[in-house]
């Protein structure tokens, strides 16, 4: 064939995944592109976005079509995916819901295209992030939705991701998106797309993976209009306690119990011992351990999270497990406490 695009206007630099996606340079203006060789089938919603720019998804430049390929040339997004992204940091309930929400707004407006677009294939690997700011790429799956059509003529979508209709029980639609929406925030929350997250975010990642379409968010407004609510209520678990709700004369008593937990400690005497330092380290030592028992307690800065507690689905042992690590704490803190008091009277003298 004849590879006008990439033989006379481009030159390839390297190859961007497993599939036929290329980094490469337009001859005139030096500037990078994205190409893709993909089969024909996507030509339809790509013509369509070459003519209709959808915001904060890929501009599409240049189409050839030859023989049972299509040739895509469009924007090179730069950032990280939001795997990449997720492996370097682990978000918030309002990080996540805010990122979501910015990917609602991209869904939506696909699917207010004219025929709506499905976009088929809404993962975490094809959620670009720069400076906050997300973008939806990846539209090869993607497709007109056909009111006509009682199933997809080509079964696409990722494993873990895709809605059941995708594979081979239905057809596409909006809802299917909205499943892939609630799986992509689920992997946000727990790390796997499949696993169970609880609270009002749990019921909204619920609502959205029902295996029945109907019994889905009907729309992205309408999930999107569940986040704002849930916005309102959420526990930011980032702040210490005390100062996460409430007035501002529940904030200030919080401030005096953490005063007076402080000084309880801090003027703590301890039977038979005399060294000042030795006092000292111990009254520092308590009082961390402590602090970190009750910070453990609380859920601070989302611990359940990394420890993996979060996945426990029964209350009773999610407490009890709770309860255990914070006697862990207690132990190590002490034990440390007491040797370190320890070393510094040996080093007193």
Not at 41 to 48: H, I, K, L, T, W
């Amino acid at each position: 064939m004849d590879d006008l695009l990439l033989d006379k206007k481009y030159d390839r630099i390297t190859k961007l995944s497993n599939s036929d996606v290329f980094l490469v340079r337009n001859k005139e203006n030096g500037l990078l592109y994205v190409e893709k060789v993909m089969p024909v089938y996507s030509a339809d919603v790509y013509n369509y976005l070459k003519q209709h720019h959808v915001p904060n998804t890929p501009r599409v430049f240049e189409i050839e079509q030859s023989n049972d390929k299509l040739i895509v040339i469009e924007e090179h997004i730069q950032g990280l995916s939001l795997t990449d992204y997720l492996e370097k940091k682990s978000l918030s309930i309002e990080e996540s819901t805010d990122l979501i929400r910015q990917l609602c707004v991209i869904v939506k407006n696909l699917h207010e295209c004219n025929p709506p677009i499905i976009h088929r294939d809404i993962k975490p690997d094809n959620i670009i992030i720069n400076d906050g700011v997300i973008k939806l790429v990846d539209m090869d799956a993607a497709k007109f939705f056909d009111k006509s059509s009682s199933k997809d003529t080509y079964l696409l979508g990722t494993h873990g991701y895709a809605a059941p209709e995708q594979y081979g029980f239905g057809k596409a639609s909006v809802a299917s998106d909205i499943y892939e929406i609630g799986k992509t925030l689920n992997a946000m929350c727990t790390g796997d797309p499949n696993a169970k997250t609880g609270g009002i975010l749990g019921d909204i990642i619920d609502k959205c993976t029902e295996i029945d379409p109907k019994n889905r968010y009907q729309s992205v407004d309408l999930l999107l209009k569940d986040l704002d609510k849930m916005k309102s209520s959420v526990i930011d678990y980032n702040t210490f306690p005390g100062f996460r709700k409430g007035s501002r004369w529940t904030k200030i008593l919080a401030g005096l119990g953490y005063g007076l937990f402080a000084m309880v400690f801090m003027t703590a005497g301890f039977e038979g011992e005399t060294n000042i330092r030795v006092i000292w380290c111990l009254r520092i030592g308590y009082l961390l351990t402590f602090l970190a028992m009750f910070l453990f307690s609380r859920n601070y800065r989302y611990i359940w999270r990394v420890v993996g507690v979060s996945r426990i689905e029964n209350k009773f042992l999610k407490i009890l497990i709770i309860a255990m690590i914070d006697v862990g704490i207690l132990f190590i803190g002490l034990e440390i406490s007491v040797n370190l008091g320890s070393v510094i009277a040996k080093i007193g003298g």
